[in-house]
């Protein structure tokens, strides 16, 4: 029986290039698709899967997210004296969602690295990788479909989705032997392939279970391109030494670090909402696009 998976890593140290000015002070973890932060979305997915424990890599300018999971006395104070029930309790269950806790991470030198800083909060544990760009939209949570694999084989399991086209080319994608519906024995992986190029059409996406051995690795691996220590470099070293799997996640993913992406996102969730869809769609179809 494999160990079990309590504790989650969220790196929210990059500097979210891709919507300043939007994120020149405020955190690309913090955007609001509809009235949720990113963050909390997966934040959630991760509860609903069965975590314990979140363990978020911020770096300079994030102290928005640490206010965000803390209680805000004086906020609940003024809900509570208008009267505004609803919003109180709203308002509360984020900051009781899981236990949080923080570490830095001085420089952004890549996801590996900051997945490295957690490594004395993880105390020689598996534990899960969580990214907040990536919303999945799913009837199972998709953290939850991963650790079912998990359990199954006792090893490393990636998320992984399917890209059409040269879009391929922007992902890490897994070369790999199906072994169950879905279910995939990694052979390699390769960062950023060009189309023609792609060993498969499987791309990795913002979900990983990994085990403690992998801080080993990332010690050991050299900064790559921009100077940046790459997670698949160090999951690449560490699959010679055991087996690795993916699991094809079920369920739509939104790139929300793409501005289109989000674009979309924020599309598909407001119409997913009671409260919003009907007045929302009858504004959609006055645009007669």
């Not at 899967?49 to 999971?69: L, N």
């Not at 769609?281 to 006055?286: A, G, H, W």
């Amino acid at each position: 029986m494999p160990q079990k998976v309590r504790k989650a890593v969220f790196p929210a140290a990059g500097l979210g290039t891709r919507f300043l000015p939007a994120t020149k002070a405020s955190p690309k973890e913090m955007l609001p698709l509809v009235d949720k932060p990113l963050i909390q979305y997966v934040v959630e997915e991760s509860v609903a899967s069965g975590i314990e424990s979140i363990i978020i890599v911020t770096g300079r300018d994030k102290t928005a997210i640490e206010d965000h999971f803390d209680i805000s006395f004086e906020l609940e104070h003024l809900l509570r004296e208008r009267g505004k029930g609803s919003l109180l309790k709203e308002v509360r269950a984020v900051s009781e969602l899981a236990r949080v806790a923080y570490v830095r991470q001085r420089e952004a030198l890549g996801l590996g690295h900051a997945i490295l800083q957690a490594r004395d909060y993880v105390e020689g544990e598996p534990f899960a990788v969580m990214l907040s760009d990536d919303i999945v939209d799913a009837e199972v949570p998709a953290l939850k479909q991963m650790l079912e694999v998990y359990e199954r084989y006792d090893a490393p399991v990636l998320g992984t989705m399917q890209v059409e086209g040269e879009a391929i080319s922007r992902f890490g994608v897994i070369d790999a032997e199906e072994v169950e519906d879905g279910v995939f024995k990694i052979k390699d992986m390769v960062e950023k392939p060009p189309f023609h190029e792609a060993p498969s059409d499987l791309a990795i996406i913002g979900r990983y279970i990994l085990t403690p051995d992998i801080f080993d690795e990332i010690e050991r691996t050299k900064p790559g391109a921009g100077g940046e220590i790459q997670i698949t470099d160090a999951m690449r070293a560490l699959l010679k030494k055991r087996p690795f799997y993916a699991l094809r996640l079920q369920g739509r993913r939104h790139d929300a670090g793409d501005k289109l992406g989000f674009l979309i996102a924020t599309v598909e969730f407001a119409l997913k909402r009671p409260d919003l869809a009907p007045e929302f769609v009858e504004y959609l179809r006055s645009l007669k696009l």
